[in-house]
C-alpha cells in the first residue's frame, strides 16, 4: 500500500492517515512530524532544516525531499507508507516518483479530500485555547462545558491570531493556488482518486479504502 493523501488544511487527512495506518501496518508519514523529529535527533538533515525552521522560512524542497528518501528507504516502509499532505507541488511530486523509483516502487493512488470551504472554515476557526493551561477545545465538536472557560483549570478561552477566519481564509487560498496543478498532475497519470471529507468520519475511511483499492 503506497498512498498520498492530499487535501487542504482541516480537511481531516491527519485523522484517517493514523487510523489507516495502523489497519494497513504501515508507516504514517507527515514532512512536519518528520522535521520535528530530526531535528529533535539532530541529524544532518535535521540540523539544515533547522536553520530556516528558526527563521520562520520554508525548509527548501532538496531538504524535504532527502529527508524523505532518508525515511522511505527504512524498513517499515518497504511494505508501504502512507505520505499525509505530501507532495505539495508539481516539483515535489516529480522528485518523489524519482526517489521511489531508485527501488522500483511508485505510488498506487493519490486520494484528494474533497471538503467544501464553509466546512473548513468552520473546522479551523472553532478551536480555542486555554490562556493558563493550553488545554484545546473546539466550539462545535469538543465545546467546554462553560462558554469561555476551560474544564480543567477555569482559564480564559481565547481564539489564536493563526486560527482567525482571516488567516484561515489566506492558508486555503494559499493552498489552492499551490495545488491545484498538483491535482491535474496526478489526474494526468490516473492516479488521482477524490474522496468527500464530510460526514461521518467511519463513512469517510470506508470511502478511502475503496478509493486506495488499486493501491493493495
Known amino acids: 500500500m503506497r498512498v498520498a493523501f492530499l487535501g487542504p488544511p482541516g480537511a481531516g487527512k491527519g485523522t484517517q492517515a493514523r487510523e489507516l495506518a495502523r489497519e494497513w501496518g504501515v508507516p504514517h508519514l507527515?514532512?512536519?512530524?518528520?522535521?520535528?523529529?530530526?531535528?529533535?535527533?539532530?541529524?544532518?538533515?535535521?540540523?539544515?532544516?533547522?536553520?530556516?525552521?528558526?527563521?520562520?522560512?520554508?525548509?527548501?524542497?532538496?531538504?524535504?525531499?532527502?529527508?524523505?528518501?532518508?525515511?522511505?528507504?527504512?524498513?517499515?516502509a518497504t511494505k508501504g507508507f502512507i505520505l499525509d499532505g505530501f507532495p505539495r507541488t508539481i516539483a515535489q511530486a516529480e522528485a518523489l516518483g524519482k526517489v521511489l523509483a531508485e527501488t522500483g516502487q511508485a505510488l498506487g493512488a493519490v486520494v484528494f479530500f474533497d471538503v467544501s470551504e464553509a466546512e473548513l472554515l468552520r473546522r479551523l476557526t472553532g478551536r480555542r485555547v486555554c490562556r493558563q493551561c493550553q488545554a484545546t477545545y473546539h466550539l462545535v465538536s469538543a465545546p467546554p462545558a462553560k462558554t469561555g472557560i476551560c474544564d480543567k483549570c477555569g482559564g480564559e478561552l481565547y481564539q489564536r491570531e493563526d486560527d482567525s477566519e482571516k488567516t484561515v481564509r489566506n492558508r486555503l487560498e494559499v493552498y489552492t493556488r499551490q495545488t491545484a496543478p498538483l491535482l491535474d498532475y496526478y489526474r494526468g497519470h490516473s492516479l488521482l482518486r477524490t474522496v468527500r471529507g464530510e460526514g461521518p468520519i467511519d463513512g469517510i475511511r470506508r470511502a478511502i479504502r475503496e478509493a486506495a483499492g488499486d493501491a493493495r
Open 30 to 76: 507527515a514532512t512536519g512530524d518528520m522535521l520535528r523529529e530530526a531535528v529533535a535527533a539532530g541529524t544532518r538533515l535535521g540540523l539544515a532544516a533547522q536553520r530556516y525552521m528558526e527563521q520562520g522560512a520554508l525548509v527548501p524542497d532538496d531538504v524535504i525531499i532527502d529527508l524523505m528518501r532518508e525515511r522511505l528507504a527504512a524498513a517499515d
